[in-house]
């Protein structure tokens, strides 16, 4: 059973914003001034399963520019990566008609003001925890987790138990 009051068997696509969604809002910077990002294991695992064993879609847009951030979401087997985007909505938008996506089969997990259109845009808007009060405003479900802590991991399990994927077959169990 689900938390989130949306029909996740709809759902064929997902996109995640980066800073405050699955890295905590806090990023430190190296001595080179070079931002660097923690990354929560669990939303790892969940991510990769989703990536191997699932016909979803899934996606990252993200304002930043970090090589960090390309190697980690391309080796967990993610092959939408846009890093640097300014303008969200309309890599979203190109991205969905890339993959043959109505906006009712797409969800969209952001924490701030540049992820409000692409929340809009979507049939099912998700927020972490601790996202700003216009985020959290205007989405569907709100995480009960902060942004970092899993709210990958907890979207991406309901949508997987919904579907019957979730820990069904031997590849749930690895790498």
């Known amino acids: 059973m689900s938390r989130i009051a949306y029909d996740l068997t709809k759902i ?20 080179e001034g070079e931002p660097l990002r923690m990354v929560n294991i669990k939303d790892g695992y969940a991510l990769q399963l989703a990536a191997r064993t699932t016909d979803l879609r899934l996606a990252i847009i993200t304002g930043g520019r970090s090589n960090g951030v390309d190697v980690r979401y391309r080796g967990l087997g993610l092959t939408d990566v846009f890093m640097g985007v300014a303008d969200k909505i309309s890599v979203l938008e190109k991205w969905m008609a890339d993959n043959g996506l109505a906006p009712e089969e797409v969800a969209f997990v952001g924490d701030d003001i540049p992820d409000y259109l692409p929340m809009r845009r979507v049939g ?25 802590y899993g709210v990958a991991r907890d979207l991406l399990e309901q949508i997987l138990r919904v579907r019957g994927q979730w820990m069904s077959d031997t590849k749930a169990f690895g790498w």
């Open 12 to 31: 064929k696509g997902i996109a995640f914003d980066v800073d405050g969604v699955l890295s905590p809002s806090t990023i430190p910077t190296s001595p």
């Open 124 to 148: 099912l808007s998700v927020a972490p925890a601790d996202a700003c009060a216009d985020i959290r405003e205007i989405a569907t479900y709100i995480s009960p987790v902060a942004g970092g």
